[in-house]
Each structure stands twice: as C-alpha cells, then as structure tokens.
C-alpha cells in the first residue's frame, strides 16, 4: 500500500477509479463502456496538449500561447477549408501543424536567443496571436456550412468502432513515450529541468533543448487547433479562450513539477483524464454547470497540495526548515 | 523557475555604461515611450488633449494599477498571484449579494473588503503554510473564486446598488479629478513609500533576491508573504468596489482576463518577472502607457483586440531591446 501511495502514476489511477466508482452510485450508466469511451473521446485534445506543455514544463518553462496558439491554426485552417474546399485535408492538418510549429518556435526563439523569462514571452505572444486571429478573419466567425464535409468528418471517422481523434491521440501518446524515454531528446527534456547547469556540463544545449521544447508544443497545439475547429464545426476569435491554464492544471495534477525535471508521460495523461472525467461526469450527476468551474479549481488545489508533499526530497537537517519554505 | 537564485537576472533594471548617458534607467526609457505615445495621441485626435477627455481617459488603467502595485511586491519578492480578477468577481458578488439583503454603503465596502482579504489569506496560507508553487495555487483559486461567483450569480446579474455607492466609480473629488484617479496617486505615493523607504520593503526584495539567504538573516519569509497575498487580495476588493461602482452591476464574467493584463503592466514597468528587482515609479509609468494606449487606439477606431497585439509586441520588445543593446554593445568592446 505505501509503495502504492508512492507512485505518482498509480496514485492518480486510484483517484480516477474511486471517481469514477463515485459517479457510477450516483448515476451508473456513466461507466458503460460506450460511454467512457466517449469520455475519452472527449478529452482527447486536452491530452494531446498536456503532452506539449508537459515537454516545456519538465524544461523548467512554460507555455500560456498554447490555447491562443491552438486558436490561430485552428482559424487558420478553417480559412484554408473555406477558401479552398478542394484541397486534400492532410495538407490542411500539415499547415495547421506547420503554423503551429512556427508560434511555437517564435517562443523558445525568444526564450533561447534573448533570455526572457518564458512566462514573460507566452503572456506576450498569447496576446499577439489572439490579436492575429481577429485581424486575419476581422472577427467573423467561420461556420459549419463555409467548411467541407471531409474537413468536418475526419476526426469523427469511425476506425475499429472508435473515432479517428480517440486514436490520433493514442498515436501520439505512443510517440511520446518513445521521445521521452528512448531519445536522446526525451531525456535531454528531463536533464535540463532537473539541472540545467549540470545539463551544460553533459553536453546538452540548454537554450536549444527548451527551443525544441516549445517547438513540439507548438505542433501539436496546431495540430489541436485542427481538431477542435472540425470536431466543434466553428472557428472564431474567442475558441479555447482560457484554455492553456486547463492545460498547465492537467500537468499539475498529473505529476509534473512546476519547477521542471519531474513527470512522465503517463502523469500528463491521467492528469488530463482526471480533469475530462469531472468535466463529463458533473452534467451528468446533476451539478450545476456554473459550479463546475469551482469544483475544478478545488480539484487543482489538491491535487497540487497531495503532490507537492510526495515531492519533498529530505535535505540536510539545516536545511530543512528553508527548504520547507522553498517548496 | 526555481533557478532564480543561480541564473543571473535576465532584465536590467538599470542600463550601464556609455549608454547610460543616452537612456538613464528603465525608467527615463519609459517616460521616453509614454511621451511618444502621448504626441502620437494627440496629434491622432483634436479631441485628445481636452481635460475631461484625459480624465476619462484614467478609468482605462486606474483599476488595474491598483491591483498592479500589490503585484509588484508580491512579484519582487519571487511569487505571482493569478487570482486577482476572480478576487474582483467574488468580491463583486459577495457585495451584490449584500445589497440585496439590503446593506447600505459602508456595510457594502467592509463587505467587498472582507471577502477579498479573505481570498489574499487563503492564497498566502497555501503558499506558506503548505509550501506550494505560488502560480500553480493561483491557477486553481483562480478557478476556485470565479467558480463560486457563477454559483452564487448563476446566469444573473446583480444590480440596485444604492446611489451613494456608485461614487466610488463615478465621483469627481474636484473639477475633472475623479475618485479614483486620486486613489490611484494616494496609493502610488503609499507603496511608493513602503516599498523604497521602509525596512518591510527591503525585506521584499531580500526575499525576491535570495529567499534562503533572507530566512537565514532573520526574515521571516512566510509572514512576509503571507502580508504581500493579503495585500494583493485587499487591493483586488478596492478595484472591485470601484469597477461594481462604475459599472452599477455584478456578473459572474466581470474583469475577465485582467490578471494577464495586470501581470504585463508590472513586467512591462520593469519588475523582474523571477524577482528581487523593481521600481513603483516604473509601475506608474507602465501603467499611464498601457491606459493611453487602451485610449489612443478608442480615438482611432481600433478594435481593443488589436490594441492587444500592440500591447504584447510592447511587453516582449520593451524587455528584448535593452538585452539585444547591450549583447550589440559587448560585441563592438571586444
């Protein structure tokens, strides 16, 4: 049991069930098997996006554009469709991902190359690419009429009886354990944020590392943006608007230390699971929508509370007292 | 984050050298962009220079500075505080729900004062007593209050606010000199004072500077901080009572995203977003420059959210230049 305790990962499993269970005495249908599959389906892009900031944080950084990042090449996209209804939709996925790519590189180029501070450069470029959006579309919405129908099915197109975004999303877990844990990339993730000056010393580019960081986070959020503007059929300014904190609290109650060094893929993912369980089982057990939003703030408080305690390394006696101000 | 202590400061707060001569500190940089925004305004618009027009023109950033100036210490001294607008909103609901229980006035300012106290010291109690990631505590109480106001408000707003509140918002002390405006000044010149001439600020930066090396000289860093949440949380409910004044209703969506804004006017006045450094002189100037340029875009027609792109390249280029000058000036020396 208390090796139980210790482990991030099973912890979170544990909360996810006895959740779970909770909500199955108060309205069993929720856990048929059809629709927790649904539940899944739902937080699909919240775990595509845990993924990339998780990647960031584990640098020590952190990514706030991504929402903003997300709305962009998600307007971006839904323009392309609307102009150019023939165009095959792989293309249109690539230069969502491409764009998302490139804001993604705008950050950690400034990250890198100047020193500023990440919280510092996201708050700024979540603003400049909210403001981009409402520029390149002048504020009009993108319907589901303007988009063609190809654009709109994919992420709903059945494969094996489950839609195609449950598996892209599955695909990109699989890819993520590989990076993080068999690439020399992965792992330069993990040194730079446990120790970048110990990381310099290995060898590693710190500044480049984080660049890639936030690279990948800008690809899959332009990937996201894709998604989400073709699974809800409308692009506009204001889409996952106050999203990216979402994103940072799926991290935060799956593991992921602020201060870097510290997750795992599998964290990022229960984390987000954890957040798309209450999001789908609140509705449905008859609690208000408007405390839904309460709830979940408790819910990063203690997640974080819980974490932070198993988090806490013994240091020398002197130290301890400082060290339990640090955090 | 946590690497504040071993990284050297990425923001100068003060410029050294030959340039030195050109561009005296951040702030003499600020004043130089609050000018120009200034000219450019008012040669925009014939109306611009008009009294009553830069008057109105205060209520733009009055508000948020409030806010920004508790932000500034509590940012000096390492942590963050994103709770802020959702303060504002559960503040505002908790004084909607008194007028309907029919306080008058001073009852309805002591409870928008409680209630945000109470917020600040439930954020600074798990900073320090728990010992968490201020920015992620923050995330969740900022979730936390505004959740509480929508189940409070529901889809409702409140109104009926008695007629001597709405002074607050909308009362003139003398000729074009509003309420808030001269709140704004008093309380400038009062965390002006504490944080540049009293020992409590010293230990501010102390803080922000080396935290295990203040607690070690004798700081007591966790009352310290806990005082910075509460401050944030008790000027969080001054701006609310003036924004609820001024606006004559509650809605659970009020000050949405102001703790980005608030959190831009302190970086952009030249606090270091890792702590230790910053000036209240430098949030002053930050904040008239974000107010004129909310202003000077109005006059021109252009929608606020295009005004934000100019604000975030203004955040990002303010603090990139003097880092890409002086890496132009190292080059050139050698």
């Known amino acids: ?327 | 984050m946590a690497e504040t202590q071993m990284v050297a400061r990425h923001i100068p707060d003060r410029l050294e050298g030959r340039g030195a001569r050109l561009v005296k500190s951040w702030e003499t940089l600020l004043v130089a962009v609050a000018l120009a925004i200034f000219l450019v305004n008012s040669l925009a618009s014939p109306y611009f220079l008009d009294p009553w027009n830069l008057s109105d023109a205060t209520f733009n950033f009055t508000e948020k500075a409030m806010i920004a100036f508790a932000m500034a210490l509590v940012i000096i001294s390492g942590e963050i505080d994103l709770s802020v607008a959702s303060i504002i909103a559960l503040t505002s609901t908790a004084m909607g729900y008194a007028v309907q229980l029919g306080f008058d006035t001073p009852a309805l300012v002591m409870v928008g004062l409680a209630t945000g106290l109470l917020c600040g010291a439930f954020n600074g109690l798990l900073v320090t007593g728990l010992g968490l990631p201020s920015i992620v505590v923050t995330i969740g109480t900022m979730s936390l209050f505004r959740g509480l106001s929508f189940v409070i408000l529901g889809d409702k707003a409140f109104t009926g606010y008695p007629e001597s509140f709405s002074w607050f918002g909308q009362g003139y002390v003398w000729w074009v000199f509003s309420f808030e405006l001269c709140l704004f000044v008093v309380l400038a010149v009062i965390y002006g004072v504490v944080l540049h001439r009293t020992s409590f600020g010293r230990t501010v930066y102390a803080i922000g500077n080396n935290q295990t090396a203040a607690l070690f000289s004798g700081v007591r860093v966790g009352r310290v901080k806990f005082v910075l949440f509460l401050l944030t949380g008790l000027m969080a409910a001054i701006a609310s009572i003036c924004l609820t004044a001024r606006l004559g209703s509650t809605r659970p969506s009020i000050a949405m995203g102001w703790e980005l804004e608030v959190v831009t006017m302190v970086v952009l006045g030249g606090v270091n977003i890792l702590g230790g450094s910053g000036t209240i002189p430098g949030v002053v100037l930050a904040a008239l420059i974000m107010g004129m340029v909310t202003f000077g875009f109005g006059l021109l027609n252009v929608p606020g959210i295009v005004m934000s792109i100019f604000i975030g390249l203004l955040l990002i280029s303010v603090i990139a230049l003097p880092i890409l000058y002086r890496r132009f000036r190292g080059r050139r020396s050698h």
Not at chain 1, 61 to 68: F, G, Q, R, T, V
């Open chain 1, 1 to 327: 049991m208390k090796l139980l305790l210790k482990n991030r990962e099973m912890l979170l499993v544990v909360a996810i069930a006895a959740l779970v269970a909770l909500i199955a005495l108060r309205f069993p249908p929720f856990v048929t098997p059809g629709n927790l599959a649904n539940v899944y389906n739902d937080t699909s892009i919240l775990i595509i996006l845990a993924l990339g900031q998780m990647a960031v944080i584990l640098t020590r950084c952190i990514d706030l554009s991504m929402a903003a990042n997300l709305a962009l090449s998600g307007m971006v996209a839904a323009m392309i469709n609307a102009a150019m209804p023939g165009l095959p939709i792989p293309l249109v996925i690539l230069t969502a991902m491409a764009l998302g790519a490139i804001l993604g590189s705008i950050n950690g180029l400034l990250v890198w190359k100047l020193d500023i501070p990440p919280i510092v450069v996201t708050l700024g470029t979540l603003t400049i690419y909210r403001g981009l959006i409402f520029l390149l579309s002048g504020g009009a919405w993108i319907n589901a009429h303007q988009m063609s129908d190809a654009f709109k099915a994919l992420p709903r197109a059945a494969v094996l009886g489950f839609p195609l975004l449950s598996w892209l999303s599955l695909v990109i877990i699989g890819i993520m354990v590989v990076v993080m844990r068999r690439t020399p990339l992965g792992r330069a993730f993990f040194a730079v944020g446990g120790n970048p000056h110990a990381a310099v010393y290995t060898g590693i580019d710190v500044g480049r590392t984080r660049f890639f960081a936030y690279c990948l986070s800008g690809t899959l959020a332009g990937l996201s943006g894709y998604l989400w503007v073709s699974r809800y059929a409308v692009a506009y300014v204001d889409i996952a608007a106050g999203f990216e904190l979402d994103i940072i609290a799926a991290c935060v109650i799956g593991g992921i230390s602020i201060a870097g060094g510290i997750g795992s893929v599998g964290g990022a993912l229960l984390g987000a699971l954890f957040l798309g369980v209450i999001k789908n089982a609140l509705p449905v057990i008859n609690i208000s929508p408007f405390a839904q939003m309460a709830i979940s703030g408790m819910v990063i408080i203690i997640a974080v509370a819980v974490n932070a305690r198993a988090e806490k390394r013994k240091g020398r006696v002197i130290l301890r007292k400082a060290e339990a101000v640090h955090g």
